[in-house]
Each structure stands twice: as structure tokens, then as C-alpha cells.
């Protein structure tokens, strides 16, 4: 699910083999994603960054209560990923994605080699963050998923509502050095 370049491919393999109600699904789910992006900057610019994870704890939470229909979960999980992905840009002027780790990593890699060879700035060290985030929420969601089956959405969700119910404390001014808006 967290891979939109995985979707597409698997989408477009899907409608070719003739499994059209996958292949429509998935497609549905790269739809699900951009508006999802469009929404997180929305809630974002419109009210506080933190009304972005009260947005998200609600999906999540309306994911966990429509478990029995797939489909329908799926879709609310890739919507609340892509308004999570909107809700931060950049940290300090480094643009950071908080849902897709290749271009992380990417930046982390070229970081790497530029150091090694000499250049020593270190602002490229901030770029395995989404890679360390993504693989310990992976790592506990499976285990989640192995221990409470279909209860396991809601600790994101409980999770993610208090989040934010922390964010709503920090002061605007603190907010502005990472939450920049292109």
C-alpha cells in the first residue's frame, strides 16, 4: 500500500491480466493518495499543522472500524498517508517526505558520498529520519497486525490523536522552522 510507484506498476498488471476490480482499486488508491496530499495541505494552511493529525486520527480510526471491508480501509489508509506526506515539507529548509523513504535515502546516499569526499556539511544526516520512521512503524505495525489482527489500527490512531494533542501546545513560532510551506 505505502508504495505509489508499487501501485501503479501493480495496477497496471492487474488491468492487463484482465483482473479489473484490482487493477480500478489500486488506481483508486493513487487517487486516494494525491487527494489525500491536497487535503493535508489544505487542513495545514487552512487551520494549524496539528488539525492534519487530528485528520489523519480519524481516518485511521475510520479505517479500523471498516476492517471487514478491505477495499474501503485501504482507501482511508492511503488517504491519511498522503495527508500525513503533505503536512511537513521541509525541517530547516531541507525538503523531508514523512511517507516515502526512496528519495530520503537517495539524498541520505549522496550526503554520504559527498563527505566522504570531503565535504563535510552534515545536513544531509537529517535524510534517514523518514527511513527510520517508516521502518519502526512497519516493524510495529506488523507485529500489530500479527498480535490483534483488526484491532491493531487503532493504537496509530489513538497514537496519532495524541500527537496531537501534543502539537496543539507547541507555539506557533517553534512550529515555523518545520512547518514550511512551499
Known amino acids: 500500500m505505502s508504495f505509489m510507484s508499487g501501485n501503479t506498476t501493480r495496477a497496471s498488471v492487474a488491468l492487463i491480466e484482465g483482473d479489473v ?3 480500478l482499486l489500486l488506481l483508486g488508491g493513487l487517487m486516494a493518495f494525491v487527494i489525500g496530499n491536497a487535503a493535508g495541505v489544505i487542513v495545514s494552511i487552512r487551520f494549524r ?6 485528520l489523519v486520527s480519524v481516518l485511521l480510526a475510520c479505517a479500523a472500524l471498516s476492517a471487514n471491508r478491505e477495499a474501503l480501509a485501504f482507501l482511508l489508509l492511503i488517504f491519511a498517508m498522503g495527508a500525513t506526506n503533505a503536512s511537513v515539507e521541509q525541517i530547516e529548509g ?5 511517507t516515502y523513504v526512496t528519495g530520503a535515502l537517495s539524498r541520505f546516499g549522496r550526503g554520504l558520498g559527498r563527505w566522504a569526499m570531503g565535504i563535510r556539511s552534515t545536513h544531509w544526516i537529517i535524510q534517514i529520519v523518514p527511513w527510520l520512521g517508516m521502518f519502526a512503524g512497519a516493524t510495529a505495525g506488523a507485529f500489530l497486525a500479527r498480535e490483534a489482527g483488526d484491532l491493531a489500527l487503532w493504537v496509530p490512531s489513538l497514537g496519532t ?3 496531537a494533542a501534543v502539537a496543539i501546545q507547541i507555539p506557533r513560532r517553534w512550529q515555523s522552522r518545520y512547518i514550511q510551506h512551499r
Open 21 to 23: 476490480a484490482r487493477g
Open 161 to 163: 490523536l495524541a500527537l
Open 94 to 98: 531541507l525538503p523531508v517526505g514523512l
Open 49 to 54: 499543522p496539528h488539525a492534519v493529525l487530528l
